[in-house]
């Protein structure tokens, strides 16, 4: 009730109001749909490029761990590549220490004093090489024993592993494949080392002459180090960057929450791809190494992702805002001022309808409304002008409505007159005759009366009452057909334009020795014109008598020949223009075509009616 007390209030009779309001509400609607837009893409743009930093990231650490992997690989490719190497690291994973230290000796004596590689020195001189190495270790599967290299240390350990409750054979024994994994706390402990920031990439060691496994080389890595390959992206990163072995647990974890755990989400990273959704509000990005076994992972909540945006969807609903309020209090201060200048008009408008013709407006302005204005002082001025001859022609105006009258009067009596003797024909049985009297009273009174508006409509029952008056006079030789969509039936034409063409057909084209006589008028609109296309299957024209009949269309002067079609063809010319008029197309035999141009005019008063 109050939304409709307001409009009724304020809006209903007001245009200016409603012009602000229909401008406010597609400003707003546009403003809000252009911001959302914007918005859309970019915050799609912004999460985009955390993704990419999230990706570059993931990127850097799969690098920095397949490094290490292909770094203990080469390694082991080096020794077997290299056949004292390989028969070196065979003896030394196949028989006691002290029983290699002589085997060592003998080499020594043997080659002369020439030192050959020694398992000892290459694996410490690994170890030095690479600073991110926690410990790197040797495992023979003959002796179960551990050989121990240490970053901290210039010497290497030696640790039996059949002890009593020792799991280390057991481990071992399950690790026999190579990958990069977690540390083994059996392990840790056995060598000391309690930290479990730590992961370890491991190979076995094979004898290359018999191919049997001797054993493992495996290697601790600082996990801490991983920070270094991330050093460009640390500021930038979100959520966490993860790295899983293929069991699931957690190698590194830049949030610590998931380090040395099992990963939760491992069973779904199955099913996601490089860059998808993971639970209910992570997206992921992961990499995986199918060689090292170990996948890289990194995910951010939605919600994290979210405020890379939030200041950005702050800025443009203030920029939305603002120019939304700029939008509409510009051009309503505008309008407003328009419409206060058009009430003026329409109050001076009011005092001139009270009388008072001496009121002028005062806007010198030059734009519309100032033209208005001067054009409505302008009237005034003439108006004052032609009151004073408007006494003298009151009575000849008198008078001529005198004659006007009777005019009406004596139509009157013979529509009074048929109607008489249509109910004779009736009351004697002539219901043939009495149709016939009825259509030609209405058509003599639709072609007689006077109209402001004459429309497609009237004229398309004029020729209806002409056609039914032969239709009922023929009987079952001549039918027609009007085919006009409704929506065109308000459309102005000018009056007897399409009559006089039937009447041509009837007088001259139709053929009453044949029953399959037929007349259509079809009603089209083509862009700004009215086409009307009336069509029978009559005589025809021979085609020097059609010549003929286009020529005299075209004549200026008039002769008095084919009155209908030249009176029909030069007033819709001279209405309204020469791209109007008729057409006729016949040939002998075949019937006529008669095209008729008006120009669309809907519901506008017809010029010169009575022309």
Known sequence: MHIRYIYRNYFKNNLFMKIILFFSVITIVTIITFSYLMFKVMSESAVQRQLDIQKGAVERVSNYFSGKYDSIQSTVREVYRDDVLAVNMSYFLEHPYQDYVNYRLERFYTDNGISSSDMV????????????????????VDQYQLYVFYNYMQQFKIIPTNLARSYIPEVMYQQEGPGVGPSNIWVSRAIETTNTSTYSVRFPVNNTLTLK???????????????????????????SILVLSQDGSVLFDSTGFYQGKKYPYFEELNTVYDNDELGDDLIATKITHSQGGFTVLSTVPKKELAKTYQGLRNTILLISSVCILFAILIPALFISNFAKRMYNIIRFTRKVRD???TTRIADTRDDELGQISKSFNDMLEELNEYIDRVFKAEIKQQQTELVALQARINPHFLYNTLEVIRMRAVSQGAKDVAEMIYSLSVLFKSLVQQKRVYTLKDELEACRLYLELFRIRYKDRFEYEIQAAPELYGQSVVKL???????????HGIRTDRYDNRLTIQVQEDGDILTVVVQDNGKGIEPDQLAEIREELEREEETG???????????????????????????????????????????????????
Request: a negative charge; hydrophobic letters at 35%.
């Open 561 to 611: 020949r084919m009155f209908g079609l030249r009176s029909v063809h030069s007033r819709l010319r001279f209405l309204y223009g020469p791209e109007y008029g008729i057409e006729i197309e016949s040939s002998p035999e075949s019937g006529t075509v008669v095209i008729v141009r008006y120009p669309v005019r809907e519901e506008m008063e017809a010029e010169a009616q009575d022309v």
């Open 121 to 140: 020195t290459f694996f410490r001189g690994k170890v030095d090489d690479d600073p991110d190495i926690r410990s790197l270790m040797l495992y023979s």
């Open 355 to 357: 009388g008072d013709f």
């Open 213 to 239: 496994n001797i054993g493992q080389l495996v290697v601790y890595y600082d996990t801490d180090k991983v920070w270094n390959s991330l050093a460009l992206y640390k500021e930038d990163l979100k959520g």
């Open 497 to 507: 334009s399409l009559q006089p063409i039937v009447e041509n057909y009837i007088v």
